[in-house]
């Protein structure tokens, strides 16, 4: 497990951007450009309970 971690992590390193289909051929699900984005995530983080951190 370890050896395909640093191998894929070698491959996706010198290469320029991933495409997901080369993504999900190691396990990696990628989301759509523009399905996160910066006010996406602070709505999640507004929607959880933040008083409790356990």
């Known amino acids: ?3 395909r971690l640093l191998t894929s ?3 996706f390193s010198t290469h320029s951007p991933v495409n997901p289909e080369m993504a999900e ?3 990696v699900k ?3 450009p523009g399905e996160v984005t910066l006010e996406s995530e602070f709505e999640k ?3 959880a309970s933040t008083n ?3």
């Open 9 to 11: 992590r070698y491959e």
């Open 30 to 32: 990628m989301k759509k």
């Open 1 to 3: 497990m370890k050896k």
């Open 25 to 27: 051929k190691y396990g």
């Open 45 to 47: 983080i507004k929607k």
């Open 52 to 54: 409790r951190f356990t």
